[in-house]
């Protein structure tokens, strides 16, 4: 395991560094986000040794599991999944980013619930980009009043947005919506005085390369690093 891990996270890695030459970015403008949902703290401890410290998971019972057995003060936690309400304090205490938000009522809670002791809480909010009615996230015409609202929250601090395309492997297809998650990433900049507002989470193991080429600033890979996702239960 440790060599496989080991080789994974330099083959991704060499992938990222190629996509951000092919397209004039410095590669240390694209942090990797290993995605460790599901997997066991071994793994992480692995990754950890070959110089990879944030973390994603979705699945929250799980998370709070692995948190505490990481010991390493460097790790940075991201919450990746879908946030029920009773579930928010746990988030909140927890982790360092929040890539899911998608309503005033749970950035009031992560707001309201985050520790006096830490730093404001980095929050994503993610969009529904294509309109899917099966996917969480808001839809573009709904950003603007909600970041308005968001402003008033001091304990949460919006860094930028985040988004799950429809699968596709047509890499012109991929880009469009990178595209225009981009779009309106600068589209918010140019209308709100935002200090830190600049970050794009998108793209996977499968369509990193055209993420970057859009201007993705995070990209969440779990298979390619990992290995295929254990067998859970809990909702995404």
């Known amino acids: 395991m440790p060599d496989s891990i080991k080789n994974s996270l330099f083959t991704v890695r060499t992938r990222i560094t190629q996509a951000c030459l092919q397209s004039e970015r410095n590669p240390d403008s694209v942090n990797l986000l290993a995605v460790s949902k599901t997997k066991p703290v071994e ?14 998971e979705n699945y929250l019972q799980d998370a709070m599991d692995k948190i505490p057995r990481v010991t390493n003060p ?5 919450f990746i999944g879908r946030i029920q309400s009773n579930k928010t304090r746990q988030i909140a205490g927890s982790f360092d980013w929040v890539h899911t938000v998608s309503s005033m009522k749970i950035a009031r809670r992560l707001n309201n ?5 830490l730093e404001p809480l980095n929050i994503l909010l993610q969009v529904n980009i294509d309109n899917e009615a099966s996917k969480g996230g808001l839809l573009t015409g709904e ?12 304990r949460i601090r919006l860094r ?5 395309p429809s699968p596709s492997t047509d890499s012109n297809v991929q880009r469009s919506a990178f595209r225009r ?9 140019s209308d709100f005085e ?4 600049d970050q794009l989470s998108m793209g996977m193991s499968s369509d990193l390369e055209s993420a970057i080429a859009e201007g993705a600033t995070i990209v969440r890979i779990g298979t390619a690093i990992f290995g295929s996702r254990n067998y859970s239960g809990a909702n995404p």
């Open 43 to 56: 793994m992480i401890e692995v990754a950890l040794n070959n110089g990879q410290y944030h973390f994603g």
């Open 143 to 154: 950003i603007h009043q909600m970041i308005e609202e968001l402003t008033s929250l001091d």
């Open 160 to 164: 930028g947005l985040m988004a799950i």
């Open 194 to 197: 935002l200090q830190h507002f």
């Open 181 to 189: 998650l981009r779009e309106l990433l600068v589209s918010i900049q």
């Open 113 to 117: 619930q985050r520790p006096t002791g």
């Open 74 to 78: 460097d790790v940075i936690w991201h």
